[in-house]
Structure formats: structure tokens, C-alpha cells
């Protein structure tokens, strides 16, 4: 089992930045690759970023890739969206997830434990 507890969120500018946080307790985090995903109000949930146990290799939607950064310390059990230069569309309530699969996936279905959700309110 391991614990999932987003925080960062919060309303910010077109052009501005925010940082999201996941800090997970339980299982070991190293042995757990991690994802971001979102879910606006009528839309289904879309991945984000994703990033292997090592922290080695991300992966990333196209919508976000060259504003948005995953990253992760093992030691502070800790994943983080580093959310550049947001839009309107990036909008959301953003979720953290953990798999113990090795591949980072970007299908939510690939995931076992889930956080409650932190909200990104992106105004222009």
C-alpha cells in the first residue's frame, strides 16, 4: 500500500508558474514509477507526465510538453509538476498516481493507488 497526498495547487496566471507536490508514505517510493493526470469538469481523466522509479526517463503529453516537468526525489518520497507558462486549457484537478510497474505508463488504468486531487485554476 502506499499513501498518495497531493498539494501545490491553486490559482495562477497565464504565463506564470506553479508547482505540484505528491508525497507518498507507505512502500518504499523508489519501487514505484509515477504519474500526473487531470481531469477537467465534463472531460475524462488525460494523462500529463510520467516518470520510471529511477527518475531516468519522463514522459509527457504533447498538450504539455516544453511547459511542464516531472521530476522526483526518492529520498523525500516526493514527485513534483513543475507547470510553466500554463494555459486556460491546462485548467484541472490534478491527480498523482503510483504503479509497481516499471514502464511509467500513460493509461490511468496502469495505476494502482491514487491522491485525492490538488485543483489549477489558469486564468488569462
Known amino acids: 500500500q502506499v499513501q498518495l497526498v497531493e498539494s501545490g495547487g491553486g490559482l495562477v496566471q497565464t504565463g506564470g508558474s506553479l508547482r505540484l507536490s505528491c508525497a507518498a508514505s507507505?512502500?518504499?517510493?523508489?519501487?514505484?514509477?509515477m504519474g500526473w493526470f487531470r481531469q477537467a469538469p465534463g472531460k475524462e481523466r488525460e494523462f500529463v507526465a510520467s516518470?520510471?522509479?529511477?527518475?531516468?526517463?519522463?514522459y509527457y503529453a504533447d498538450s504539455v510538453k516544453g511547459r511542464f516537468t516531472i521530476s522526483r526525489d526518492n529520498a523525500k518520497n516526493t514527485v513534483y509538476l513543475q507547470m510553466n507558462s500554463p494555459k486556460p486549457e491546462d485548467t484541472a484537478v490534478y491527480y498523482c498516481?503510483?504503479?509497481?510497474?516499471?514502464?511509467?505508463?500513460?493509461?490511468?488504468?496502469?495505476?494502482?493507488?491514487w491522491g485525492q486531487g490538488t485543483q489549477v485554476a489558469v486564468s488569462s
Open positions: 516518470i520510471r522509479r529511477s527518475g531516468g526517463v519522463t
Open positions: 498516481a503510483a504503479t509497481t510497474g516499471p514502464f511509467a505508463s500513460r493509461q490511468a488504468m496502469g495505476y494502482d493507488y
Open positions: 507507505g512502500r518504499t517510493f523508489s519501487s514505484f514509477s
